[in-house]
């Protein structure tokens, strides 16, 4: 159980660089697990002198109604120059990839109506090192839980 949960209503957290080392899903959810945690700014009431802070390990939970919440999509280079293909996989696949050592970094986060959408890199340990990949979750709620919070000075 983490000590504090945070629906991020007021979109004060990101997951802006940060690199998930672990998803889990079960019966009406899906997480991922940040050992590094993840970014929250606090602002005053003027919205000046914004803090960063950040967390220590934390999971962000996305409750799903559905077992095809998530759809992924991984993005491989081609032999012919400035040509993609992408490739759907499943949350197991992913699961497992993370479970065998790649690390999963988020960089932007589109918010629509029940909806969460994730541009992201894959990083391996060898060749290619990274691959683009998309991440689409259908959600209704989601928590960012973690136990400290540390701000900088």
């Not at 003027?46 to 095809?68: A, G, I, P, Q």
Request: aromatic residues 16%; contains cysteine; proline residues 1%.
């Amino acid at each position: 159980m983490y000590r504090y949960s945070d629906n991020n209503k007021n979109n004060d957290i990101s997951l802006h660089d940060c690199r998930a080392k672990k998803m889990v899903s079960g019966d009406g959810y899906i997480s991922f697990v940040f050992d590094d945690g993840f970014y929250v700014t606090e602002t005053n009431e003027n919205n000046y002198n914004k803090k960063l802070s950040y967390t220590d390990k934390s999971e962000v939970v996305f409750r799903t109604r559905y077992d095809d919440s998530i759809t992924i999509y991984v993005f491989s280079d081609t032999e012919e120059k400035g040509k993609s293909v992408r490739e759907q996989i499943t949350q197991t696949h992913l699961s497992k990839m993370l479970d065998n050592g790649t690390e999963l970094e988020f960089l932007y986060e589109y918010k629509g109506y029940q909806s969460y959408v994730f541009e992201c890199w894959l990083w391996f340990d060898s060749e290619p090192y990274h691959k683009e990949c998309v991440i689409i979750i259908s959600s209704d709620d989601v928590s960012y839980n973690c136990n400290s919070l540390y701000t900088e000075e």
